[in-house]
């Protein structure tokens, strides 16, 4: 099992800056990739940013210029920096981990969510 932990969500003004961390623990799993996502009440998760094994990132449109995502690798630990915050950044932002795990007849790739952090921008 990967344990998945998220931090540094707050209330913040309009045009301020947050960092969230994301960091993944647990016995003999492997990272693929590692994301964040959000949910705003009345909508549906969407992916914000998310960095492959590789370094390939990608992020949805509305955050480009603004978000970084970023990695730790000796920490299995990812970074979001958000700046320029506006009023419709106001989420739950959840940490998504895809990994390989080992299984009693190989391994298989499963998807682990942190418990989310509140980040709420006001006007």
């Known amino acids: 099992q990967v344990h998945v932990v998220e931090s540094g969500g707050a209330v913040v003004q309009a045009g301020g800056s947050l960092r969230l961390s994301c960091s993944a623990s647990g016995n003999s799993f492997s990272v693929n990739a590692m994301a964040w996502y959000r949910q705003a009440p009345g909508n549906q998760r969407e992916l914000v940013a998310r960095?492959?094994?590789?370094?390939?990132?990608n992020y949805v449109d509305s955050v480009k210029g603004r978000f970084t995502i970023s990695r730790d690798n000796t920490k299995n630990t990812i970074y979001l920096q958000m700046n320029s915050l506006q009023p419709e950044d106001t989420a739950i932002y959840y940490c998504?981990?895809?990994?390989?795990?080992?299984?009693?007849?190989?391994?298989?790739?499963?998807?682990?969510w942190g418990q989310g952090t509140q980040v709420t921008v006001s006007s």
């Open positions: 960095i492959s094994g590789r370094d390939t990132i």
């Open positions: 998504n981990v895809n990994a390989r795990v080992p299984t009693a007849w190989g391994s298989r790739v499963n998807d682990y």
